[in-house]
């Protein structure tokens, strides 16, 4: 009974279907990685021609060329799976079935990593961010060290290092785009004369801003900003290079705090006055 059924196969028949089969294989497997390899070489190229026309910085390049590869591959992985899946006469509605069902699982299982994600491509496509820029995000202040498309790593100035997912990044404030503001308010005595303590305050800005590169514009003197209790408040801003705000301000107290000192101009600080009573006996 066997050997019959052995007989009336077509072994001619067999083989040359299982050959067509595996060259069908073997040219699709080929097609694959040539189909890969070209457009790998195309996104390279095309992320390193992003990189020098529109400045993106490196480490944004590729990253998002990082991401693109990998879905460049896992489209390619799912066509080549489709094509072996038509090669056997199954049916391929079925798999696209389950794959949209495998999905729509996994997008419920991991909807903030998804999020993440999303948020951290168009961080990146946007150039809202970048490495070494001083932002604001997420409540907090710091040099972005690193930015991924599931953290972003944000390095605070007591040295804590941030890791902040980037679906809670709603609001960014980058204090590293164009030149930045020095602000110094410095008060004087109300015994002494407005007119004179500014010409002393802009010629100490003048002197410094002579000698300070950082300094891009000003310093000046814009006048009086308020009226203390004690004091009169002068106001003094300059516009600086990026980063270097806060050195400026430092130099700026430092020059008028000596300009007022060499000119006799007081400086007011709280003072305390005490009473004492003496029982009289």
Not at 20 to 42: D, E, P, R
Not at 116 to 142: H, M
């Amino acid at each position: 009974m066997d050997l019959d059924f052995l007989e009336n196969i077509d072994w001619s028949q067999l083989a040359t279907e299982a050959g067509l089969i595996i060259l069908q294989l073997i040219g699709i497997f080929i097609a694959f990685l040539i189909v890969k390899a070209i457009a790998n070489k195309i996104i390279k190229r095309m992320f390193e021609r992003l990189q020098q026309r529109e400045n993106v910085t490196a480490g944004r390049a590729l990253t998002l060329q990082s991401l693109t590869l990998n879905i460049v591959s896992y489209v390619l992985a799912f066509i080549f799976i489709v094509m072996i899946f038509e090669i056997f006469d199954y049916s391929v509605s079925g798999l696209i079935a389950g794959a949209g069902v495998v999905g729509l699982a996994i997008g419920f299982g991991a909807q903030g990593l998804v999020s993440d994600v999303v948020t951290g491509f168009f961080l990146l496509l946007e150039k809202q961010i970048d490495v070494e820029d001083y932002v604001t995000v997420a409540g907090f202040n710091g040099i972005v060290e690193q930015v991924g498309l599931r953290t972003t790593q944000i390095r605070g100035f007591d040295g804590t290092l941030h890791y902040v997912p980037n679906r809670e990044i709603t609001n960014v404030s980058n204090h590293s785009r164009g030149n930045m503001r020095a602000l110094v308010d410095i008060g004087i005595s109300y015994d002494d004369n407005i007119d004179q303590a500014i010409a002393v305050l802009q010629d100490a800005c003048t002197k410094l801003a002579a000698k300070e590169p950082s300094i891009i514009e000003g310093p000046d003197v814009v006048g009086v900003q308020a009226l203390g209790a004690s004091d009169v408040v002068i106001r003094v801003i300059a516009k600086t290079e990026n980063m270097q705000q806060w050195a400026v301000e430092r130099k700026l107290r430092q020059s008028m705090k000596e300009a007022l000192d060499a000119n006799g101009i007081e400086i007011p600080f709280p003072h305390q006055v005490y009473v004492e009573k003496k029982s009289q006996q």
